[in-house]
């Protein structure tokens, strides 16, 4: 019972981070219709100015908090500069365009901070190890993702269930054209997001460092994943990211913690252990498919 | 553009064609190594450690081999197969290079062997790569490996674990050729229980929590992994703030060395790995090419670069002893196959599939006097060992 709970925590930890970094994605895919694959970049980016500043500061809590300005700032840069003349061409433009976006990314922390990859320590304050139940512990690191995880998510509905600048990006997810009818600043209202969206992924980037590595490219492997969650949830919808963030998560985990022995009950144990690998390794995107069959626009998807 | 520049473009561009017919005439005059490594991307460290070798062999060999300057060509496999396939082709075809080198990934090397070994019927020197397949059944006379066959760094690491007297073991590895090559290494010398195995995604996956939780509840008496480069330091790292460091140990290939050892630091401490070179190695090359490297680099050399470093002295020792004459393949492949070079591991030589027959060490992760992370060697697991691919393979 123990096992099982801390696992479905390690779902959940999993999950609020692929959410983090899809709520960027499916606000700028569905509100700006650009597809963007640099945000894997962002999401590096972010971890990288992370390790920047808390050396400067010496403080893990103060260098992160900083970090989210500075990826705020970054991704209004790139919205300016490259993003905002992407919105009016096709997807191939935008794919091709993002694509470089990656390439001179990723070279540039190659010529500032070096090939090498960088190391974020895991503040001495988290630790060690918290013991959730009687002879179950999880560590104190990976527990406060999930809080801060939650924390940001709360706060995302909040900002777009209850405030105006939520109110415009719903309205612009539904009908982009309509709003810019209406009097709205488009443009500001898409710098505003775009760089929210960096926020998110910066964030998202930050936080796994301590427990993944700050590489070159390392938002690259990520980003598909993220992809499937928004793609499952319905472009555009938070809710759905973070619906299907969580369900990938625990899909994730039940692929690697369960299925060999499920398999086993009616496998011989050799070809259980050789099978099981390969199935939870596409099992995502058997559900994405299966979702996509079911509801074509995604689970919370509105546009058809 | 106007009539007259564009005349001039023209006779520019005919004027480069006719250099570039020249050069190959020219070229007859240098040593060309083509070198393959992955310099960009996540595992662009590696490249570099690579290449510093390079740079330092081809120092200490003063420029030249058998009076003639050597030619580096680096070319970057960007961590894909075809990629590497494709930029190997280009050094034997275009650059008409005398040696192929490098390849850290099983998978590129052996994308590239067709096209470098068999259509180039050019020389290829494996420096880390050693996929099962081309110590065996596809073994070629043109190919061979200053490293090891993918099998023989785990298979010692199983040995010593049997010395030890380690009664079970969970295996963890990516799902890709060499970590099923690595995790099938340790099994055929551990005469223990395994008491798990997985596979995870690669690249991609950088979350272990999942087969980390499992490790927690089988309590196994030691974890073994194969994780190169960044992955290496991702599983060390979770693996310690799991608090499985402080019950569980960690036996490792490839996954704890001077590269990621500044990444893992103090958590890395204590783990045991076992090396067919270690830093450490009491032999006069070998205390150079560290010191030297250090003074040079301000960072420890890891098994990549003295394979590269060792790569390069292999091909030395040939062009040396033919007196530079690169003409004949024949007598090029004879002198390889003596390698009559001193190897940072001591005594070398090859097998019949030209895989080394070498010692292996077991190595601690342990701090420097300046309180650098490097590793030391505690013990010697086997000795003169020869992979066990090589009955398989046709050549004598």
């Known amino acids: ?304 | 553009m106007t009539g007259r520049s564009f005349g001039r473009a023209i006779i520019a561009a005919a004027a480069a064609t006719l250099a570039l017919g020249l050069q190959p005439a020219l070229a007859q005059q240098s040593v060309k190594i083509g070198f393959i490594s992955t310099f960009s991307g996540p595992q662009a460290a590696i490249g570099e450690d690579m290449r510093r070798s390079v740079e330092l062999a081809v120092e200490h060999l003063g420029g030249k081999m058998a009076g003639k300057p050597i030619q580096i060509i680096y070319e970057d496999d960007q961590f894909k197969p075809d990629v590497g396939k494709q930029r190997s082709e280009k050094l034997v075809e275009q650059d008409k290079v005398n040696f192929v080198a490098g390849y850290i990934w099983s998978n590129v090397l052996l994308a590239s062997l067709k096209t470098v070994a068999d259509e180039g019927d050019t020389i290829m020197i494996s420096a880390n790569a050693g996929p099962s397949q081309i110590a065996g059944e596809l073994c070629n006379k043109n190919f061979f490996s200053t490293s090891w066959q993918n099998d023989q760094t785990p298979m010692a690491m199983g040995e010593y674990l049997n010395q030890k007297g380690v009664k079970n073991l969970y295996l963890v590895g990516p799902n890709y050729a060499a970590g099923k090559d690595m995790l099938a290494g340790v099994k055929r010398t551990y005469k223990g229980k395994i008491v798990g195995e997985d596979y995870t995604k690669w690249p991609s996956q950088l979350d272990f929590s999942a087969e980390l939780t499992k490790i927690g509840s089988v309590k196994p008496d030691g974890i073994f992994i194969f994780y190169p480069g960044a992955h290496g330091v991702q599983f060390v790292k979770q693996w310690a703030q799991a608090g499985l460091n402080k019950t569980v140990p960690l036996y490792q290939v490839f996954s704890i060395d001077a590269i990621t050892l500044p990444q893992q630091g103090d958590l890395a401490l204590g783990t045991l790995g076992a090396q067919e070179w270690v830093n450490d190695l009491p032999n006069p090359q070998n205390k150079r090419y560290v010191e030297d490297f250090k003074k040079k680099y301000h960072t420890y050399p890891s098994y990549y670069g003295a394979q590269s470093y060792d790569a390069i002295m292999l091909i030395a020792s040939a062009v040396e002893a033919l007196k530079g004459d690169l003409s004949s393949k024949d007598k090029i492949r004879a002198e390889m196959k003596k390698a009559n070079f001193k190897s940072l591991r001591g005594d070398f030589k090859f097998g019949n599939n030209n895989f080394p027959i070498e010692n292996f060490y077991i190595q601690e992760a342990v701090k420097d006097p300046q309180g650098m992370m490097t590793v030391k060697t505690i013990a010697t697991a086997v000795t003169a060992a020869k992979d066990p691919f090589a009955d398989k393979c046709p050549m004598k």
Do not use: C
Request: net charge positive.
């Open chain 1, 1 to 304: 019972m123990d096992y099982l709970l801390i696992q479905m925590l390690n779902g959940v930890q999993l999950g609020l981070l692929m959410f983090l970094l899809a709520a960027g994605l499916t606000l700028t895919f569905g509100i700006m219709d650009l597809v963007n694959l640099a945000h894997g970049s962002l999401y590096m980016m972010g971890a990288y100015f992370a390790w920047t500043l808390i050396g400067w500061t010496g403080s893990f809590v103060l260098g992160a908090l900083l970090a989210l300005p500075a990826t705020f700032l970054l991704g209004v840069v790139v919205e300016v500069v490259v993003a905002r003349r992407l919105y009016a061409r096709d997807h191939l433009a935008q794919v091709l365009a993002t694509f470089g976006l990656i390439l001179f990314f990723n070279e540039l922390v190659r010529a500032v901070w070096g090939p090498e990859g960088k190391s974020i320590a895991v503040p001495a304050f988290l630790d060690h190890t918290v013991q959730i139940l009687p002879g179950a512990s999880y560590p104190a690191y990976r527990f406060a993702l999930i809080v801060v995880g939650a924390a940001v998510a709360l706060l995302l509905a909040w900002l777009v269930a209850r405030t105006k600048l939520g109110m415009l990006i719903r309205a612009g997810a539904s009908n982009r054209r309509m709003i810019g009818a209406l009097g709205i600043n488009i443009e500001l209202l898409f710098t505003l997001v775009f760089g929210l969206g960096a926020v998110f992924a910066g964030l998202a980037g930050l936080m796994a460092a301590p427990i993944a590595s700050v590489k070159i490219g390392m938002g690259d492997d990520i980003l598909i994943v993220a992809f499937v969650i928004i793609v499952i949830g319905g472009i555009g919808s938070i809710k759905g990211a973070f619906v299907a963030a969580m369900i990938v998560g625990q899909i994730d985990i039940v692929g690697r913690a369960f299925l060999p022995d499920m398999l086993k009950t009616f496998m011989d144990p050799a070809s259980a252990s050789g099978a099981a690998p390969a199935i939870s390794q596409v099992l995502i995107y058997v559900v994405m498919a299966a979702v996509l069959v079911w509801r074509p626009t995604g689970l919370f998807g509105q546009r058809s």
